[in-house]
């Protein structure tokens, strides 16, 4: 690491095509790398940096509220779609929001718990209040706040808080990807994603896999899992944050929301790799993600399709 905080490690592939072939909705083929994902920056450096810290100031906050609540006895409702949340989930994006409102009046927000405020900003943050609610419930302690910062449609950083890891996960464009907390050293240090080549040496990691597999989307997921090294099921921001450290190669997921994606999207993107949807564009609201360390994306995306190599 270098005396401003920058990685002094060498970039991972670099974009094939000009960014502006990568734009949300079109096709992507192999286009990644640190240089890459700092292209679409869309504010100067000193900007991003203020908005970071407010975010992982914001993070703290929600990180104590979490943890005021986990394995206590704790009120869990159901939404109308039949999923549950939680009084924690409700205090942490109204806190965020309050903060947001209060800091910068004019920017948007998105959040998971209650809904979008002035939708046409161009500057709008991505609040998960707590990714991982089922987890959180049930007293496992892999869960997160997720919070974006989004400018003109292009995600610009992002932090994933996961308090009882006692670990978080951060990164701007042009910054490089971060991790800080117990696991390793307790200071930021500078993460990246693997550069392994050959799906035979791959691990692949999922969130559930019969949702994969009944969505209908991805006809050779099964397959697929048959000709990796590794594969597990670790869901929600655990797999994204595994792929950025380069502790695997893929994720993969269905029936996400835009504030899932968010964060974990620049997190993966400065670390080196590519995230797009299942028909190869960058989007954070289709619904479906292949996240992976980029040198495999083509290949894990015909398979994932059904076509083998």
């Keep these: 690491m270098t005396d401003d905080g920058t990685s002094d490690e060498p970039e991972l592939t670099e974009a094939r095509t000009e960014p502006g072939d990568a734009e949300p909705g079109n096709r992507v083929e192999a286009v990644f790398g640190p240089a890459w994902s700092a292209s679409w920056a869309r504010a100067p450096a000193d900007e991003l940096d203020y908005w970071l810290a407010f975010a992982q100031a914001a993070c703290d906050a929600a990180d104590e509220i979490a943890l005021r609540h986990f394995r206590r006895d704790i009120e869990v409702m159901t939404k ?10 409700q205090a942490i994006e109204r806190l965020i929001r309050e903060r947001i409102g209060a800091a910068f009046p004019d920017h948007g927000l998105v959040g998971e718990e209650y809904g979008t405020e002035s939708a046409g900003a161009p500057i709008r943050w ?15 302690p892999l869960f997160g706040t997720l919070l974006a910062l989004e400018i003109d449609g292009q995600v610009q950083l992002g932090v994933v808080s996961a308090p009882a890891l006692r670990e978080r996960w951060y990164a701007r464009r042009g910054g490089g990807a971060w991790a800080v907390g117990a696991a390793g050293i307790e200071g930021p240090r500078a993460i990246h994603v693997s550069r392994i080549d050959a799906l035979d040496n791959a691990q692949v990691l999922y969130g559930s896999g019969h949702e994969i597999e009944t969505s209908g989307l991805a006809p050779g997921f099964r397959e697929l899992l048959g000709a990796v090294w590794r594969e597990r099921g670790f869901g929600d921001f655990w797999g994204y944050a595994l792929l950025a450290e380069g502790a695997a190669e893929a994720m993969v997921e269905v029936d996400l929301s835009s504030w899932d994606m968010a964060a974990p999207l620049v997190l993966v993107e400065e670390a080196g790799g590519l995230v797009t949807d299942f028909a190869g564009r960058r989007l954070i609201d289709s619904g479906t993600v292949l996240a992976s360390n980029g040198l495999l994306h083509d290949e894990l995306l015909g398979r994932l399709g059904g076509r083998s190599s």
């Design 126 to 140: 991505y609040i998960d209040p707590i990714d991982g609610t089922y987890n959180f419930i049930r007293g496992v």
């Design 80 to 89: 109308p779609d039949r999923t549950f949340v939680t009084a924690a989930d």
